[in-house]
């Protein structure tokens, strides 16, 4: 008896996961690629192509009137569909893709910086810190592990990035003991779980297969757990995942209003903040880049825009 071919979305699942893709991927391809069978009324993919992509992303360009960003994620899930799941190719993908337009980041100066971190308490602070300090994404800060962190080189690796990298980045002194002292709180926490039959932290699939023991160990847990176990939705695993950031993008969102900053600020906008100021400094946009973990050194040269005397070192005739 020959068993059962799962269904496309179940196939989908599988393929994300065995590509160690995140959680959060699965759940938006997921839905992108749902959303396209809907709406070509349940057709099957196979039995449609470019033309119906297409149309799917004219609909949500005209009718649902979703940003460029959006309509980039929809089209980055049906080419996985496609040429993963379905194993076809397509072709004018290029075409297909909508234009971002290439927003200037909001930059806080250093001493919008020095009043808003104040207002800060806790953890929030310290991963505020860590986010102007190193550069870092919200999204890596928060999947920081103990042995990301080095204190003796004061650097920081930086796991799961964007693309799929791996980079060092900068470790600032000045958080050192607030830093060595949540990692001390988190390892009574580990220990206490441990002690509870928890303990485990999640590792992708590769990581598991080589250290089959190491979701228990100390050096594999995050540096900003949750409070609360919770069910892995993938395995059924009961276990402490990582903090989740809505609690730091309120936070910050607060503090900034608090300290009478009229700028939209986000913890995004600490890593804008972190570049231009390193390059303000004088540091090499081939450092800064490489600190940020930039593909091409184009996305880093946005940042020139507010050096003090501007990305093409123009003076204005005023001040002449």
């Known amino acids: 008896m020959t068993s059962q071919k799962p269904k496309l979305l179940a196939r989908v699942r599988n393929s994300l996961r065995q590509r160690n893709y995140a ?5 938006s391809y997921t839905s992108w690629i749902k959303r396209y069978i809907l709406f070509h009324h349940k057709k099957h993919p196979l039995k449609m192509g470019e033309k119906e992509i297409e149309e799917f992303l004219t609909y949500l360009a005209v009718r649902k009137k979703v940003a460029a960003a959006t309509q980039n994620q929809a089209l980055s899930a049906l080419i996985y569909l496609y040429q993963e799941v379905l194993h076809r190719e397509l072709t004018d993908i290029n075409a297909m893709r909508p234009r971002r337009r290439q927003n200037i980041p909001t930059v806080l100066t250093p001493a919008e910086v020095a009043a808003i971190l104040p207002q800060l308490t806790g953890l929030n602070q310290l991963m505020a810190k860590i986010l102007y300090g190193s550069g870092l994404r919200i999204s890596e800060c928060l999947r920081l592990r103990v042995k990301d962190v080095d204190f003796g080189h004061y650097q920081l690796l930086v796991r799961d990035s964007k693309g799929h990298k791996e980079r060092f980045t900068i470790l600032p002194q000045s958080i050192k003991g607030a830093l060595q002292r949540q990692l001390q709180r988190v390892k ?78 986000t913890p995004h906008t600490f890593r804008h903040s972190f570049a231009t100021h390193l390059l303000q400094n004088g540091y090499d946009i081939r450092t800064v880049q490489e600190l940020l973990g930039h593909k091409d050194v184009k996305t880093t ?3 020139t825009h507010v050096l003090n005397r501007g990305g093409l070192a123009v003076h204005s005739p005023l001040d002449e």
Do not use: C
């Open 23 to 27: 959680y959060s991927t699965e759940q």
């Open 188 to 265: 009574y926490m580990h220990q206490a779980d441990l002690e509870n039959g928890y303990g485990q932290v999640y590792l992708p699939y590769a990581l598991q297969r080589k250290y089959p023991h190491a979701e228990q160990e100390w050096i594999w847990q995050w540096v900003f757990p949750s409070q609360q176990l919770s069910t892995d939705p993938r395995s059924g695993i009961t276990r402490r995942h990582h903090r989740s950031g809505s609690t730091l993008r309120k936070a910050i969102k607060a503090a900034a209003q608090q300290a009478g900053i009229d700028k939209h600020v």
């Open 301 to 303: 040269m946005i940042y």
